[in-house]
């Protein structure tokens, strides 16, 4: 396996110098940045100067690739001193390369390794396949374009960036494409608009503008959140959205995200929207002294913390600017740390057992910027282990990606499409109560300082909104579906009923909406199913004369007979059980 996985990527990576040939010939003056193998292809940055590159162009440089691979090139190296790899950078007019061969000089090296393809020598470290007779015919397709800044700065030149699939085999890319065909149609950006659930305004890049039925989930999402951590003993707070500076300098989180904080001046002192709850969760535990027969206290909050993301880094839900979290903090004993963790742990089983998806457990550790003692980070990481031993729970190790005031089990689900996304994160920390000089009196009378434990089971409300709405492709599960039930009216003389049927399920608390336009019912039931609409009854004279419904479940062609009762009942089993 690990052969075949070395094998793919020297493909890919060959590929990259292959595309480049292939630009080079097509546009002698285009300046070459880098190419490097990714984990689905490969790519390469070029600066075209003042010429445009569309998808046109992309078809053209793709076939020039296949012509050349059909040659049978060979992959050769040479080295060259640094100095004279930086002049013949200079000599070629081959800025982006002379960077790259100056840096190179400033780590020490003394000479730079070359491959030759064809007409073509680039830098680069290699390895590559000897001949492009190796690469399999139709195993790979130049796919897009992308702007790229040099470097990954913002304030540098903005490359045109050529992406391209490389798979092992003809096959491997076919269903890759297929896949990703299938994704596009599940996109939440472009199903949040069909389903009108929420939508994104230029006016406000990075935050998420959410409609009528976008909130309907939202709220079902809430309220199971919220029955689970009131039934495992956590009491609701509410904190505010921005303090001053010196609330996160007292935290580090200053020293650690300031970049990406938002910060303003008012009345000359600087403040900032928070990116985190934690230590507004501590301002409120210190508002009086506890004792240890109160502990633990678990507060949790839905939580609006602030990122100034970068624009280039926005997408959709996935990555944005004011992100909901069901974030919890608990402030326990030393002795406290394994029984509450197993509790947290089994919430985070509840909660993806009702949203239908198996999660994954990752222990991450200490990393090179942490705070603290190596002793207490070793205890901290024991008792996460012995935790998650407990439970019996297979995990994986995150070496060096815990957060700076302590280590954290992470939990990743796998969407539709076998995609991981984080989502959960458990969080101990023997950091921060002591910056902020947190204390509880022990049994013995003794002042102590307490453990503290963050908590995200659900994560980010807007992420796994996404990741639901392309998990399920819209079509939700009936408890969490915007809308659970479309009434269509046949004719005008079906219209009285068809909104006492509506007021009757408004009653019984079933999200339910009328279509009573004068459209076909063909086209009223065409539309209901494209809005992906569990349960749709048609409502003529039949029904209007007899205490049957005609109910079409999503999914099915046939009608079944049922009535309101039976109807709402089913819709209430499929409610999670707390």
């Known amino acids: 396996m690990a052969n075949e996985k070395n094998n793919i990527e020297t493909i890919r990576h060959s590929l990259s110098h292959l595309l480049a040939a292939a630009v080079k010939e097509l546009y002698p003056e285009v300046k070459f940045a880098i190419g490097p193998a990714i984990d689905i292809g490969f ?26 691979a059909k040659q049978n090139l060979q992959f050769s190296i040479f080295n060259l001193p640094i100095e004279e790899a930086i002049k013949k950078a200079e000599e ?7 960077e790259l061969i100056e840096e190179l000089k400033q780590g020490g090296e003394k000479e730079v390794n070359y491959y030759t393809i064809g007409k073509f020598t680039d830098l680069c470290r290699g390895p590559h396949i000897e001949n492009t007779n190796q690469i399999s015919k139709g195993s790979w397709k130049l796919n897009k374009l992308a702007g790229a800044y040099w470097r990954g700065d913002e304030k540098r030149k903005m490359l045109t960036r050529i992406y391209g699939l490389a798979f092992s085999t003809k096959e491997e890319l076919e269903n890759y494409v297929k896949m990703q ?120 909050e839905i939580g609006r913390v602030f ?33 509450e963790i197993i509790n947290l742990l089994e919430m985070v089983f509840e909660f993806y057992t009702a949203l239908g998806i198996e999660p994954k457990f990752f222990l991450s550790t200490r990393p090179e910027n942490f705070m603290g003692e190596i002793a207490t980070w070793d205890k901290a990481e ?37 995609r991981s996304w984080q989502v959960a994160t458990i969080q101990l920390d023997f950091q921060l109560p002591g910056r902020f000089g947190c204390e509880y009196i022990a049994s013995d009378g003794a002042a102590r300082t307490p453990v503290m434990i963050h908590a995200a089971i659900f994560g980010s409300f807007e992420r796994m909104t996404g990741i639901l709405t392309e998990h399920y492709g819209g079509a939700f599960p009936a408890w969490l579906a915007p809308v659970q039930v479309k009434i269509l009216s046949v004719g005008e003389t079906h219209i ?76 209430n089993q499929s409610k999670p059980k707390i």
């Open 92 to 98: 070629e007019n081959q800025p982006y390369k002379k």
């Open 307 to 339: 990122r100034n993301e970068k624009s280039g880094q926005l997408n959709g839900l996935f990555r944005v600017r004011e992100i909901s979290q069901d974030d919890s903090h608990l402030f326990i004993t030393e002795d406290q740390v394994k029984p």
């Open 496 to 571: 009285d009923f068809c909104r006492e049927l509506l007021a009757k399920f408004q009653a019984a608390e079933i999200r339910a909406e009328l279509d009573d336009s004068d459209e076909t019912v063909g086209n009223k039931t065409r539309k209901a199913v494209n809005e992906k609409t569990p349960y749709i009854l048609v409502v003529g004279d039949k029904e209007t004369a007899s205490n049957a419904l005609s109910i079409r479940e999503r999914g099915q062609k046939d009608l079944k007979n049922m009535n309101f009762e039976q109807l709402v009942e089913i819709i």
């Open 382 to 418: 024991k008792d996460l282990r012995e935790a998650l031993a407990e439970k019996k729970i297979n995990y994986e190790l995150k070496e060096k990606d815990g957060a700076f005031y302590g280590p954290k089990i992470d939990v990743n689900i796998n969407d539709a499409f076998g």
């Open 181 to 300: 065909e299938e994704a596009a149609k599940r996109d939440h950006k472009k199903l949040g608009r069909e389903l009108d659930l929420f939508s994104f305004h230029e006016e406000a890049p990075g935050f998420v503008f959410w409609h009528e039925k976008g909130m309907a989930l939202w709220n079902e999402l809430e309220k199971l959140g919220r029955g689970i951590r009131k039934k495992h003993g956590f009491v609701e707070i509410k904190t505010p959205q921005m303090a001053k500076a010196g609330i996160w300098h007292t935290s580090g989180h200053w020293d650690h995200y300031h970049e990406e904080m938002f910060v303003f001046d008012v009345d000359g002192e600087t403040y900032c929207l928070k990116p985190m709850d934690c230590p507004f969760n501590i301002k409120i535990y210190q508002t009086k002294m506890h004792s240890y027969r109160e502990l633990p206290i678990r507060y949790t």
């Open 43 to 68: 790519y390469y940055d070029f600066d075209f100067g003042g010429q445009k590159i569309g998808d046109a162009e992309l078809k053209t440089i793709e076939k020039k690739m296949e012509h050349l």
